[in-house]
């Protein structure tokens, strides 16, 4: 099993900035697939973005396309989400979240950080 912490969440205004980091523990990193995902208040998770063992492949929900830039240093056992252009709707916790690259499901996900984007 893998444990998972996030970290660097904030509050920031329209338009800013925030960098979301996962640094991951029990498993060889570069045999996992990871995401972020969010769940604003009132609403269901959704998926943001994920990123292949290899890093090579990357696939972004639309409402971030363009915005967000998700990467990970398997040297580090770290995976990022760069966020540019935050919106008001981007609010919400972020969760990561990691699975054997060979299985469906997410299998492992972190404890959550709040993002609040202020108008």
């Known amino acids: 099993q893998v444990q998972l912490v996030e970290s660097g969440g904030g509050l920031v205004q329209a338009g800013g900035s925030l960098r979301l980091s996962c640094t991951a523990s029990?498993?060889?990193?570069?045999?996992?697939?990871m995401a972020w995902f969010r769940q604003a208040p009132g609403k269901e998770r959704e998926f943001v973005a994920r990123?292949?063992?290899?890093?090579?492949?990357?696939e972004y929900a639309d409402s971030v396309k363009g915005r967000f830039t998700i990467s990970k240093d398997n040297a580090k056992n770290t995976m990022y989400l760069q966020m540019n252009s935050l919106k008001p709707d981007d609010t919400a916790v972020y969760y990561c979240?990691?699975?054997?690259?060979?299985?469906?499901?997410?299998?492992?996900w972190g404890q959550g950080t709040q993002v609040t984007v202020s108008s």
């Open positions: 979240a990691s699975k054997l690259w060979y299985i469906n499901n997410w299998s492992d």
């Open positions: 990123i292949t063992r290899s890093g090579r492949i990357t």
């Open positions: 029990g498993r060889t990193f570069s045999d996992i697939e």
